[in-house]
């Protein structure tokens, strides 16, 4: 396997003199191509700073992300929104799909600013598409579709340019239960049949079983790591509460 993602002694500060706040302290870690991470911690543990920082979204104060190998913090803005848009996939909580564009459209916005030429936009829509078992909403406007069909809009829109990395942020955050467990396990798919590389921040000990690596944070540090390995997921479901119930910090429990 070889790596994706390289985090290394990252800090990050918030503030001026006087009233200054340490978000991220000294966290390091890398995620292997294939890999399915989760990111878990309490509020205000630094775990949405962290997926800022390691997405370029937000600055470090100090320390490196590297991404394929590419140096990021050190990229030029224009250099760096390229280098974004190619090599990361977002899926985000409230799906982020533009109103008035259908969900061809929104899947192919990535590949239409990349000016790929529209035959081959045709052929990743439609590849993604039926991976993802949304062929039939591509005409429809998002306001038109369920949740569960505007998440998986989303994560076609994030998948077909085909990034090193897909970040999930909370995904199953506006879901139902079932609409949470079918975006699980095509995310489970996508990861174990194609490779796809995912890292999920997320509160939910139900959706962080289905990656096959945590990481906790809490107070801006690395708190604790765990590998799923051969246990079920039912398994390793148990054992995030455990390390949640040392956190001390809130989630959601239900299965």
């Known amino acids: ?9 990252i800090e990050k500060y918030y503030g001026k003199r006087g009233n200054i706040t340490k978000a991220l302290d000294g966290v390091s870690f890398t995620v292997e191509t294939g890999e ?6 309490p509020s205000g543990s630094g775990k949405t700073t962290l997926l800022n920082c390691v997405t370029s979204i937000d600055q470090v104060t100090s320390g490196h992300v590297r991404l394929g190998g590419v140096e990021i913090t050190s990229l030029k803005r224009e250099a760096l929104q390229a280098f974004r848009r190619e090599s990361l996939g977002f899926i985000f ?3 982020n799909l533009l109103d008035t564009l259908t969900a061809y459209e929104n899947i192919a916005l990535p590949l239409t600013i990349q000016k790929v030429p529209h035959k081959e936009i045709n052929q990743r829509v439609s590849e993604i598409v039926q991976r993802l078992d949304i062929a039939d909403t591509l005409e429809k406007y998002p306001y ?25 942020d909370e995904p199953t955050g506006s879901l139902d239960s079932k609409a949470s467990r079918e975006l699980l396990e095509t995310l489970t ?22 990656a096959n690596r945590i990481l906790f944070i809490k107070d801006g540090k690395l708190f604790s790591e765990l590998y799923r390995g ?14 949640v119930t040392l956190l001390g910090g809130e989630t959601d429990a239900s299965r």
């Open 1 to 9: 396997m070889t790596r994706v993602l390289d985090v290394i002694d």
């Open 36 to 41: 399915f991470i989760g990111i878990m911690g």
């Open 93 to 95: 909580q409230d799906f």
């Open 144 to 168: 038109q579709l369920s949740g569960g069909q505007q998440q998986r809009v989303a994560s076609a829109r994030a998948l077909v340019g085909k990034p090193q990395l897909i970040v999930a």
């Open 189 to 210: 798919s996508l990861n174990h049949v194609n490779q796809v590389t995912i890292m999920m921040v997320t509160h939910d000990a139900y959706s962080a079983s289905y």
């Open 230 to 243: 051969t246990q079920s997921r039912n398994q390793f479901f148990d054992q995030i509460m455990d390390v």
